[in-house]
């Protein structure tokens, strides 16, 4: 029988622990990658953190900061240590590696099974986020211009109301980035396909052309898959058009003043929900 939360001691995420997450990951059906720790771990140390009993690491949070916003993900917990009040105590310890840093506005996205330990805490639910997915198409693979840094940030902040170079250095680095005047869109890889995101556009039309370059791109039965938000309605419907279909949903969540979200100018994010 695991121990009483006394016998748990709370303590950083170290690089070795990112395989037992992984592996528990996998066991939830998470789509995650290693390069989001690699990359967390570096940009936000003190909020990734691990419950450990003795040298076992037995739950999981990773948090990180983008000025006055921040995200809180990867809260997981083994299944015999749940219901013991160590999410809770790692919950607690990441928003106040948060709050340490400037950080007042903190997202997270949540299971609706999950919204109500969310609730208690502050949170309040902004929209529904849907995870669609396709396939890659045929096609001229028409080349798309790079946007320029300064061009991506604000386009990003746009929906978000937070500059978040880290993020899109990090995603657009490993990915591939394709953008105009009025926003971009980065393929990533991830498992067996691609997932769409960040992606933002500060004008509705371009999206359009952004996503079949993307798709172009990708290739003939190549598997995509993004998140998206509810209320972005321009987002919605480009997806039905081009047959992609919705295979989940969770609940986008924050506590603290609202940044300024734009869902209509946020077309994915720029991960599987740990990182905004």
């Not at 396709?134 to 946007?147: I, L, M, Y």
């Amino acid at each position: 029988m695991p121990p009483s939360p006394h016998d748990i001691r709370f303590d950083r995420f170290r690089e070795n622990d990112t395989e037992t997450f992984l592996a528990l990951a996998a066991e939830e059906k998470w789509i995650c990658d290693r390069w989001e720790f690699d990359f967390l771990l570096h940009a936000f140390p003190s909020g990734c953190l691990v419950a450990r009993d003795g040298n076992e690491p037995v739950a999981f949070v990773t948090a990180i900061g983008y000025g006055k916003s921040g995200w809180i993900g990867n809260l997981l917990v083994q299944a015999g240590y749940r219901g013991r009040g160590i999410g809770a105590g790692l919950m607690e310890l990441a928003l106040e590696a948060l709050a340490a840093s400037g950080v007042t506005t903190v997202w997270l996205t949540a299971s609706e099974a999950g919204r109500p330990i969310y609730e208690r805490l502050g949170f309040v639910t902004v929209d529904t986020i849907r995870r669609w997915v396709g396939t890659g198409s045929a096609g001229e693979c028409r080349q798309a211009p790079t946007p320029s840094p300064a061009t991506l940030e604000a386009a990003d902040a746009a929906g978000w109301g937070e500059m978040r170079g880290a993020l899109l250095r990090a995603t657009a680095g490993r990915g591939e980035l394709i953008g105009d005047d009025h926003g971009f869109l980065v393929s990533q890889p991830c498992g067996d396909g691609l997932q769409v995101g960040p992606w933002g556009c500060t004008d509705a039309p371009s999206a359009p052309l952004l996503f079949t370059a993307a798709r172009e791109r990708a290739g003939t039965g190549v598997r995509m898959f993004l998140d998206v938000p509810e209320r972005n309605r321009s987002a919605t419907d480009l997806l039905t058009a081009h047959a992609f279909g919705v295979m989940g949903t969770n609940l986008l969540m924050h506590r603290g003043p609202d940044p300024g979200y734009r869902p209509d100018r946020v077309f994915a994010l720029g991960s599987m929900g740990s990182m905004g």
